[in-house]
């Protein structure tokens, strides 16, 4: 069977080692991202460079969307010039950005309309699981569309979950969100402590990281937070953008959640404080 023709939108942080990634792998990717300077890498890799997403929608049989939050996911798919001007009945768009499971909902019914199917993939691991193709991704939609675009996930992460129908991987995702944010807090928290304590961090972190208290979030942001590295993986601001969105969840559900709340006051504190563009371990100058 031919290699499925990729489309690819937004290079940030995690797009652009994604579509290297796709391209590593042998699939024909065709890039689109707003500001157009970001597609370069990628061309002399070997992609096609779009100048539109109708163009590239149509010339693509899988569409994969790595942007911000919902409003861009919105704009990209049904903006005036959005990818529904160019997708082709059949065609599969395949949203890995974090968004809203709700809206998410949404959107496949309004590309339904159209012969078009979606699956919500976001996924976890940073940029150094997108680099190295070992993230989580965790897939909602219609299990055929996700079985053909198994080949796919393949070449971008380790860990492929079909978690159910759609909306099912960004509620999967939100999951993951909470459980690393409130961690995210202890961490900072924790280091706040050894540094008054006049503890080094770094031996700090060699005796906590391999006990009871290890964790992703110790092992790869508690070295930057003791080298004063606060350069963004993941920013402040979208640490913010994903509680915020696991907050309105439990709000729908009419369900308590004390820490998601804490952690959501803590990070729009951050965002107050002009902090957003830090990485998410800049945290700790906020309880400084
Ligand atoms: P990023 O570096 O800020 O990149 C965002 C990308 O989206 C850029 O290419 C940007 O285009 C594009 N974009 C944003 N709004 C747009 C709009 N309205 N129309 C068109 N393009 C738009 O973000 P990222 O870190 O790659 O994160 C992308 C998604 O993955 C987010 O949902 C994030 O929550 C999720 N995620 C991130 C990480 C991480 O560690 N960074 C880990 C897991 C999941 P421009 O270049 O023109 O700005």
Redesign the pocket.
């Known amino acids: 069977m031919e290699p499925l023709k990729i489309g690819f939108?937004?290079?940030?942080?995690?797009?652009?080692p994604m579509a290297a990634n796709l391209l590593k792998a042998g699939f024909g990717v065709s890039v689109y991202?707003?500001?157009p300077s970001?597609c370069s890498p990628l061309m002399d890799r070997g992609a096609n460079v779009c100048k539109s997403l109708p163009d590239l929608a149509s010339s693509s049989r899988v569409v994969i969307t790595?942007?911000?939050?919902t409003?861009?996911v919105e704009?990209?798919l049904f903006?005036t010039e959005g990818l529904a001007k160019g997708l082709q009945p059949g065609a599969i768009v395949i949203d890995?950005?974090?968004?809203s499971p709700s809206a998410t909902i949404g959107f496949s019914g309004r590309l339904q309309e159209q012969g078009v199917s979606m699956l919500d993939a976001?996924?976890?691991?940073?940029?150094t699981?997108?680099i190295a193709g070992t993230?989580s991704i965790m897939v909602g939609g219609a299990q055929t569309a996700y079985e053909l675009c198994k080949p796919l996930f393949d070449a971008l992460g380790r860990t492929i979950v079909y978690a159910g129908p759609s909306g099912s991987g960004q509620k999967t995702?939100l999951v993951n969100q909470v459980i690393g944010a409130l961690n995210l807090l202890a961490v900072v928290e924790g280091l706040r402590l050894a540094t008054a304590s006049e503890l080094d961090i770094e031996t700090t972190l060699k005796a906590v990281g391999a006990g009871a208290a290890g964790s992703w979030m110790v092992s790869n942001l508690g070295p930057k937070i003791a080298m004063g590295d606060f350069r963004?993986?993941?920013?402040i601001r979208?640490q913010q953008?994903?509680v915020r969105l696991a907050s309105e969840c439990f709000s729908e559900l009419g369900a308590n959640a004390p820490g998601t709340s804490l952690m959501l006051s803590l990070l729009n504190s951050a965002l107050e404080k002009g902090l957003g563009e830090l990485g998410n371990q800049g945290l700790y100058q906020l309880l400084a």
């Not at 963004?232 to 920013?235: D, H, K, L, T």
Request: net charge neutral.
């Open positions: 939108v937004g290079l940030g942080v995690m797009g652009s991202n707003r500001t970001k790595m942007v911000s939050d409003p861009d704009a990209v903006g890995m950005s974090t968004i976001p996924v976890s691991g940073g940029e699981g997108a993230l995702k963004p993986g993941f920013s979208l953008k994903d």
